[in-house]
């Protein structure tokens, strides 16, 4: 078999200035201090050279970024000459593949001064995960450091060299020691490094590629099915987009790995395929029968030693939902539409009325509708609104934003904070054009957010404001409702004295809840263990705070959520789901919260801070939260009642915790919490239960009890249930239950 030389010594040339952080096709990235310079020709050049200092207070790492070293096809020989400075520091090379995932060789520890070849091998079968134990032991190694979530596999062609990493030399006894004492993982490793200075040269990058018998082949999946999701018993199936670039046909084996919500895995051969040179091919793979439940399918085209893998989620649920005209209101989305245009927009319109939501939060920000003085644009406003109309939705409407004509605010930008004489205007207008089909009218976002407030936050400003909007909002229809402050937080666990409640009873002491119908905020929950069990003491706080103010009013939680943090080993996607169940059913059963509004369908972006999508921000698909939201909507949104019937949230460690913004708050983390709740309904009584404490078992009174999981598995209950943390629903025409 023919070989290929290729020479990639020019990548290694710097352009900028010595020690600047960019050069040429270099940059330099890390958490340690580090500096950047080209090669003299006495060091050896060209190439680059990378100082850096290692301290107690350093995190990581200082890093090489690189670009445009991509391969096509595999290596035989990939190799780079390093310059050592004896610091036993480790070196690794880090590479993206085709599906966006990320993995690391470890190439060893630089015990040696001089230059020496370093080997890069081309990954294999031997791929594992990213785990403390790898990630410190200096034996030559690949592992994946993508999401939990993702199959651990070979990666995917192309294979792009993303960075050289250079990582601290750690003292790998204490790390594993403080592994095992629960320490969290971001915490390991600060303070057990060989605090150091040194410098390594990078030179003579080269590889020698083996020809690749799918060159060309391109490859994508998906199915024509809105958010990819399939009805219980109907035929499910992946469709292959294939395209060869290449001058001659190709012909592949096809093999599904189809993973389920519980990491099991199954392989289906879809048989061998043919595309023409320079030809697209779609290619409708049919798949076995699924069960109801969310699914990750990667599709592995084969040809010899190359691969191409492509890879997709989908959904299968029983049908139907809960009849609209049942619903309770309860279940609602956040949706970021008309950002792609119509067509995605109807898109996660009819999206979210599969999952069973009613209700939509979206609106307009004052200058897209109100430009200047007394100049009204209705035209996006209309648009917007329509959408969720079309598929029976209710809107919500969101008045998140002013306009620069009326700005009160310095900081210029889209959130610009009007004068309240002229935001009442405005909101006057919008409610006399919508207040007959709208009911319920928020004011502004997250206003004790800087970034949202434009300027420090100030809550008898944003009380100005409010008042000014709810007189406007009333003179045009006194039956709309008022909602607000819509503030961020309270976060569980916060104290009573955090920043979020100061902000809070501020507000209140001076009036505002007379200019309100509905107490709105935002309580997100991060992925922490216990965090969203907090969640109860918390809104119960809020409601005894609120009502030394007057009569009790409903309570809207407007932006609800789990971050699933695009970090390498961070939360799967899987425990997003079992948390966005816990926190769902403890909004549901919490009697002042009417309505939850999810955050969000589909964020519609990527986010390098986080991401909140329900659904994968470019297709749409799936993701397990849809399905247990899909889940919840389907087995309690007709629910009219809930008791509590057991609720043992006290045991825990006392924690410090901290709000987005900074606020410190300490608060007991009831990671081994037990919940069990008694919802009722025209279709009989549900239970909600889980647990975090091992063996915990609930005794069940009911006759004919059924058991449905947060993928919507249904299975016949027994006399005791073992719960674990994650949620599960039993339901029956009566039933009662108590812990064993």
């Not at 430009?371 to 609104?385: K, Q």
């Not at 589909?602 to 999508?613: A, E, I, K, V």
């Not at 069940?700 to 993928?711: G, S």
Request: with cysteine; net charge negative; glycine share 8%.
């Amino acid at each position: 078999m023919d070989k290929r030389q290729v020479d990639l010594k020019d990548v290694l040339t710097v352009c900028e200035a010595e020690g600047s952080r960019l050069g040429g096709n270099w940059a330099y990235q890390g958490d340690g201090e580090g500096k950047l310079s080209a090669l003299s020709d006495a060091e050896g050049a060209p190439g680059v050279a990378l100082d850096y200092t290692f301290t107690a207070e350093s995190q990581v790492h200082v890093a090489v970024n690189v670009s445009d070293v991509s391969f096509a096809s595999p290596w035989e020989a990939l190799q780079l000459d390093v310059h050592g400075d004896g610091s036993e520091n480790l070196l690794k090379a880090v590479f993206e593949d085709g599906l966006g995932g990320f993995y690391e060789y470890t190439c060893g520890p630089i015990d040696w001064q001089g230059w020496r070849t370093v080997d890069v091998p081309f990954p294999g079968a031997d791929v594992c995960r990213f785990a403390l134990d790898e990630a410190t032991k200096p034996d030559k190694v690949w592992t994946q450091l993508q999401r939990k979530d993702t199959p651990v596999e070979p990666p995917s062609l192309p294979l792009r060299l993303h960075q050289i990493k250079l990582v601290w030399a750690i003292d790998r006894t204490v790390a594993l020691e403080r592994k095992q004492a629960g320490i969290p993982e971001d915490e390991i490793l600060r303070g057990v490094a060989k605090e150091t200075s040194g410098r390594i040269a990078l030179r003579n990058l080269r590889a020698t590629l083996i020809p690749d018998e799918l060159d060309g082949i391109r490859a994508t999946a998906g199915t024509d099915h809105v958010g990819n999701l399939f009805a219980s018993g109907q035929e499910c199936y992946v469709d292959l987009a294939v395209t060869n670039a290449s001058q001659e046909a190709r012909a592949f084996d096809v093999k599904l790995l189809i993973e389920d919500f519980d990491a099991n895995v199954v392989e289906h051969d879809a048989g061998e395929f043919r595309v023409r040179a320079g030809c697209e091919k779609d290619l409708r793979v049919e798949l076995p029968e699924l069960a109801n439940g969310w699914y990750q399918v990667t599709a592995k085209l084969s040809a010899g030693r190359a691969t191409r893998r492509a890879r997709t989620d989908i959904g299968v649920a029983t049908q139907p939902l809960v009849p609209q005209e049942q619903a309770n209101d309860f279940f609602g989305l956040n949706a970021h539409i008309d950002r792609d245009g119509s067509v995605r927009s109807l898109e996660q319109m009819e999206l979210a009325s599969l999952v069973g939501a009613t209700v939509l939060r979206r609106g307009t920000r004052q200058f897209q509708v109100n430009p200047a003085e007394g100049v009204f644009d209705w035209s996006y406003s209309d648009r917007v609104l329509g959408y969720p109309r079309q598929y029976g939705l209710k809107t919500m409407y969101h008045l998140h934003g002013g306009a620069a004509w009326c700005s009160e605010a310095t900081i210029n930008g889209i959130n610009h904070r009007s004068r309240p004489s002229a935001y009442g205007a405005y909101v006057h207008e919008i409610v006399k054009r919508y207040g007959q089909e709208i009911r319920d009218f928020e004011i502004w976002n997250e206003p004790n957010l800087k970034m949202f407030w434009r300027g420090d936050p100030d809550p008898l400003k944003y009380l100005e404001l409010l008042k000014a909007a709810w007189e406007g909002a009333k003179s045009a229809n006194p039956n709309v409702r008022i909602l607000g402050p819509s503030m961020s937080g309270p976060y569980s666990p916060m104290d009573r004295n955090g920043v979020d409640f100061n902000y809070l009873r501020t507000f209140l002491d001076n009036g505002g809840y007379d200019y309100l119908d509905v107490l709105s905020m935002h309580t997100y929950t991060w992925v922490i263990p216990g965090y969203e069990n907090a969640l109860p003491t918390t809104l119960d706080a809020v409601v005894e705070l609120a009502g030394n103010y007057g009569p009790a009013k409903p309570l809207y939680l407007t932006e609800v959520g789990v971050q699933a943090p695009l970090t390498w080993g961070a939360c799967s996607l899987r425990d997003c789901a079992r948390y966005a169940a816990r926190y769902l059913i403890h909004c549901l059963a919490h009697p002042s919260v009417e309505t939850v509004l999810w955050y969000e369908l589909s964020q519609g972006y990527p986010s390098h801070q986080g991401d909140y999508s329900m659904t994968c921000p470019e297709t749409l698909a799936a993701r397990p939260e849809l399905m247990t939201y899909r889940v919840l909507a389907a087995e309690l949104g007709d629910v009219t009642s809930c008791e509590t019937l057991v609720r043992e949230d006290k045991a825990g460690e006392v924690i410090r915790t901290a709000s987005p913004h900074g606020d410190e708050g300490q608060a007991v983390n009831p990671i081994g919490a037990t919940f069990v709740y008694r919802f009722a309904g025209p279709r009989g009584q549900v239970l909600a239960a889980w647990s975090g404490k091992a063996g915990t078992k609930l005794a069940i009174e009911a006759d004919n009890a059924e058991m449905v999981d947060i993928m919507g598995r249904r299975s016949a209950a027994g006399l005791r249930v073992e719960l674990s943390a994650v949620p599960v629903l039993i339901r029956a025409e009566k039933i009662n239950a108590t812990i064993a």
